[in-house]
């Protein structure tokens, strides 16, 4: 599980990071503003469908009912089913995209209801109405991800997202050496975000990713619909950040640039989370499927220890790193064209807030597997809406007296929210299983992420305030490997991790 873990891992830290470069650019080509705050808000839509269907949420459901096929049925059975989710979904989704197209300016009302009266308002929906094309493609993309995965077949899936980010930045490059105006360059990466879409698919189709769900066919029999009846929650469930944010644009859009501080700070919790919450999803739902259905309970408490560990060691120093570090990382990420220094300090502050809320987010896809393995779909989503209902009713509170810092605080509480009722209901359904060796290494890797966050809480002083950007780079860096170097040091130290036990999982098969 650790050598697929990993490979997922690689392939989302490389998207992320490419996704990093894209919004660097987007900030400056087209800062903040009425501009930047209808795109920013089209293309939430857009990340909430791709959270909602692929990066491990269409997984949640579709692997444990291809497997279950599988065994009782065999492989032609199984093929036959994959056609039929992979028809029916990829109808749905067309039929869905010409209803939301027509449905735009009402859709963008609800999820930014302060842009109404405003020009911002008709750039949302021409931006957005540009970017469906993305949602049918998106589909078909997911559920041979998701096929792909079952077969435990994660190396195209984990990069084959690396093309929406590379088609993006190839036409900001673009527009920027164009000096392209502001409206018209969101019109054209909005357009592309389409496009991109279709590269995704066309790489899974040539990779023969087709020929495990055929024959291709539409259906809606008593079978796929106990299938939707049980994807649909989880799918939602999966989404849960992607919720809260929303929620929170919902509250920001009346207040000017808030929504693009709010964007670019969820932007770099998503690094981290993707990373773990990907790996999660993809990975740990078929291990724990597998574990479930054969009755092994150790080798289901093997799992959800191994996996309670590796949400805990990467989430914790990646939220103790971005609360510490939050005003010189998105200085230098983001602060360039129209982004200025009062947009830094401004999303700095919302990061910080964010990141309290990032190993309830982690916990949450570290826990949801364990609910997904075992066909229950709704707690987990109940448990989302929980979160929901809390963000948004302190967003309403804390947005009024503290802005955008205010909205970003209450998305980390609905986060804590779903991950105490995930936690609560699990415990007394079925126990969560942690083993000894869990038991004993996780109070040691909270107390190494302690020691490498007090180092880079010490070292905030070394950056020069007016410092040019290579050396604001270069200290950054420093700090930040200084801190991975005393965290990974402290874990050997404390027996929490070794280098051998490393290279041991690196060489079982995945």
Request: cysteine-free; charged content about 10%.
């Amino acid at each position: 599980m650790i050598r697929s873990f990993l490979t997922v891992s690689t392939g989302t830290l490389a998207s992320r990071l490419l996704g990093f470069a894209r919004d660097s650019l987007i900030a400056a080509l087209l800062g903040t503003g009425a501009v930047a705050d209808a795109f920013l808000a089209a293309f939430q839509l857009v990340n909430v469908v791709r959270r909602l269907l692929s990066e491990g949420a269409l997984n949640a459901a579709l692997i444990p009912a291809w497997l279950r096929v599988r065994e009782r049925d065999g492989e032609v059975a199984a093929s036959a089913f994959a056609g039929r989710v992979l028809g029916t979904v990829s109808a749905a989704l067309i039929v869905i995209s010409i209803v939301i197209a027509l449905l735009m300016p009402l859709i963008i009302t609800i999820i930014a209801p302060g842009f109404v009266g405003s020009h911002t308002l008709d750039l949302a929906v021409q931006n957005a109405r540009l970017m469906l094309p993305y949602l049918a493609f998106a589909g078909p993309v997911t559920v041979l991800m998701g096929l792909l995965n079952a077969q435990g077949r994660f190396a195209l899936t984990a990069f084959s997202p690396l093309l929406f980010n590379i088609a993006l930045i190839a036409t900001i490059a673009m527009l920027l050496v164009w000096h392209a105006d502001a409206s018209l360059a969101a019109w054209m990466l909005a357009a592309t975000v389409g496009i991109a879409g279709l590269l995704q698919l066309l790489m899974l189709v040539s990779q023969r990713g087709a020929q495990l769900a055929t024959p291709l066919r539409a259906s809606l029999d008593k079978e796929m619909r106990s299938f939707f009846a049980k994807a649909i929650p989880g799918m939602i469930a999966s989404s849960g950040p992607q919720w809260l944010m929303v929620a929170g644009a919902i509250i920001a859009s009346a207040t000017p640039s808030a929504v693009s501080w709010l964007y670019f700070a969820n932007r770099l919790i998503e690094l981290p989370l993707g990373i773990v919450g990907v790996a999660m999803g993809t990975v740990l739902v078929p291990e724990l499927t597998r574990a479930v259905g054969s009755g092994d309970r150790d080798a289901v408490a093997h799992a959800e220890s191994r996996a309670l560990e590796l949400a805990t060691g990467l989430a914790l120093p990646a939220t103790l790193g971005l609360a510490v570090l939050a005003e010189p990382i998105v200085r230098l990420l983001f602060e360039h064209g129209a982004f200025g220094a009062d947009d830094s300090t401004a999303t700095a502050h919302a990061l910080m807030w964010l990141a309290l809320g990032l190993p309830a987010h982690v916990l949450i896809k570290a826990l949801s597997p364990a609910f997904f393995a075992r066909s229950d779909t709704m707690t987990p989503l109940l448990a989302t809406a929980k979160g929901l209902v809390v963000a948004v009713a302190l967003a309403v509170l804390l947005g009024h007296f503290f802005g955008a810092s205010g909205i970003a605080a209450s998305i980390a509480a609905g986060a804590w929210s779903s991950a105490v009722s995930l936690l609560r209901k699990g415990t007394g359904e079925f126990g969560f299983s942690v083993d000894a060796v869990a038991r004993k290494r996780l109070p040691r890797i909270v107390l190494a992420a302690a020691a490498m966050g007090a180092l880079l809480w010490l070292t905030t002083g070394l950056m020069p305030v007016e410092a040019h950007g290579l050396i604001r780079f270069i200290v950054l860096g420093l700090q930040i490997g200084a801190g991975i170097a005393v965290y990974g040091l402290l874990l050997q130290i404390l027996g929490a991790a070794s280098w051998r036990e490393a290279v041991n999982a690196l060489k079982r098969p995945a």
